[in-house]
């Protein structure tokens, strides 16, 4: 079945500019999580929606970022007037039940570079 | 609080090796566990899990991890490598709220 998908996969922006990134998790899958790769770094946690509520957003980096899953499916993760520490990959993934033994599925992520 | 460390950022080992990539996790409850592969310009793939039931977990691609509470360690092994396994690996802990939180990743090179 089809997995989690991201688009786009690569995104050059200039500093100040603002960018969108979008994930389409696994169809039903109730949670889905946003995470923030540095280049040679672990994914760090950003933010996490049950179904269309935001429930955790503690490691958004500033108020820049903003993350929204309006119907509780296609998720948006927007960074405005984007800085040059942006630049990372950007990681989507769900699951199917909001259970802590649950399996979360990675999207191939957004390369965002800003120049 | 949770954490993960991961030790040695790149493993090198012959093809036919045993691969051994270590994981130590601090948690102030039972930890959920889990052990992530990441290919070049992909995402990441679980290899296997750990939920507190038995004790060694197998995964998949011949992969498989122990926890050892008293060690606090999850290490995940291969008996013997394939240059397909060549790709940089995660282990990470279950924190509160369901979010992963990682350690820094052990690259893993195969030399034929």
């Known amino acids: 079945g089809a997995g989690v998908s991201q ?3 690569y995104k050059v922006a200039k500093r100040g500019q603002d960018v969108a990134l979008r994930c ?4 039903g899958h109730v ?3 946003w995470y923030q790769q540095a280049l040679g770094q672990g994914p760090e946690f950003l933010t996490y929606f049950q179904n269309e509520a935001q429930l955790d957003k503690s490691g958004l980096p500033s108020d820049r970022f903003f993350a929204e899953r309006p119907e509780g499916s296609v998720s948006t993760l927007k960074i405005q007037r984007t800085q040059q520490e942006d630049s990372a990959v950007y990681l989507c993934a769900s699951s199917s039940r909001d259970r802590a033994e ?3 599925y990675f999207g ?4 965002l570079l800003v120049l | 609080a949770q954490s993960v460390t991961q030790l040695g950022s790149h493993v090198s080992v012959s093809e036919g090796a045993l691969v051994l990539l270590r994981c130590n996790y601090s948690s102030s409850v039972p930890p959920y566990l889990f052990w992530y592969v990441q290919y070049p310009n992909q995402g990441l793939q679980l290899l296997l899990k750990y939920t507190s039931a038995a ?5 998949i691609n011949g992969f498989e991890a122990e ?3 008293s060690e606090t360690s999850f290490h995940l092994t291969k008996p013997s490598a394939h240059m397909s396994d060549a790709a940089e690996y995660f282990c990470a802990v279950r924190k509160y709220g369901n979010k992963l939180v990682f350690g820094a990743g052990t690259i893993l090179r195969v030399k034929s």
Request: aromatic share 8%; hydrophobic share 25%; net charge positive.
């Open chain 1, 24 to 27: 389409d998790p696994i169809s």
């Open chain 1, 108 to 111: 191939p992520g957004t390369r």
């Open chain 2, 67 to 69: 926890f050892k509470k």
């Open chain 1, 7 to 9: 688009s786009p996969r």
């Open chain 1, 102 to 104: 649950e399996t979360q």
């Open chain 1, 31 to 33: 949670s889905l999580f």
């Open chain 2, 55 to 59: 004790t060694l977990v197998k995964g």
